[in-house]
């Protein structure tokens, strides 16, 4: 739980969480795209990331980078990372897949953990939780919460942000499930239901 939490924190701070809560080690090949209409009305169309653990679709057109291991990492435990970005940088979706501690925590003392962290890192100020909402349609073994959040952060070119991370817990797979939106708090508005389609569409592969 450390370990994740202190990678999430710092990457959220610096650079919209690049590494996420896991340090990945080795650089992945490129996922395949397949088209798929939006789920947002009057949004971009999405294309979906198909993994070995997960599936994700994103706006068409931003760029996806990110690092990848075939099998965990003995110090971080991450299976999967990605970063999505939209061209000027501003608006990210980030995804991670990565081996739970066996602590037994469900998905929202881990986030409250982060949300806590986070607050003490230097760049970041004003954090305040909007919402950390558990989803009462999750199937059965899966604990999963989302955490909206507004917060600070003086490293950026918009540093007001607003931010949703998505956690999913599977015990009986030893995995979490990690996605994260950010984008600057006054394209709020025009992308709630951008980043709502992209969320959801987001599957782990059992």
């Known amino acids: 739980m450390i370990g994740l939490s202190l990678v999430a924190v710092t990457a959220v701070a610096g650079s919209l969480l690049a590494l996420g809560p896991g340090a990945p080690l080795a650089q992945a090949a490129a996922p395949a795209a397949t088209g798929s209409p939006s789920a947002a009305a009057g949004g971009p169309a999405l294309v979906e990331l198909a993994g070995e653990y997960s599936t994700l679709r994103h706006p068409e057109g931003w760029e996806v980078a990110g690092l990848s291991t075939d099998s965990p990492d003995e110090a971080s435990g991450t299976f999967v ?15 991670n897949v990565h081996e739970t501690d066996g602590d037994g925590l469900t998905s929202r003392e881990v986030q409250e953990g982060w949300e806590a962290d986070i607050s003490e890192v230097s760049a970041v100020s004003d954090v305040r939780r909007v919402s950390l909402e558990e989803d009462p349609s ?35 797979e ?15 508005p025009g992308y709630g239901g951008l980043v709502d389609a992209v969320l959801d569409s987001f ?3 059992l």
Do not use: K, M
Request: charged share 30%.
């Open 138 to 172: 999750a199937p059965p073994g899966r604990d999963t919460t989302r955490l909206e959040l507004t917060y600070t952060n003086s490293d950026r070119d918009e540093p007001d942000r607003w931010a949703v991370w998505q956690y999913t817990v599977i015990e009986e």
């Open 81 to 95: 990372f990605r970063r999505i970005t939209a061209p000027g940088g501003e608006h990210t979706f980030c995804f």
């Open 203 to 205: 599957e782990p592969v």
């Open 174 to 188: 030893g995995r979490g499930y990690f996605v994260q939106a950010d984008i600057p708090a006054a394209d709020l």
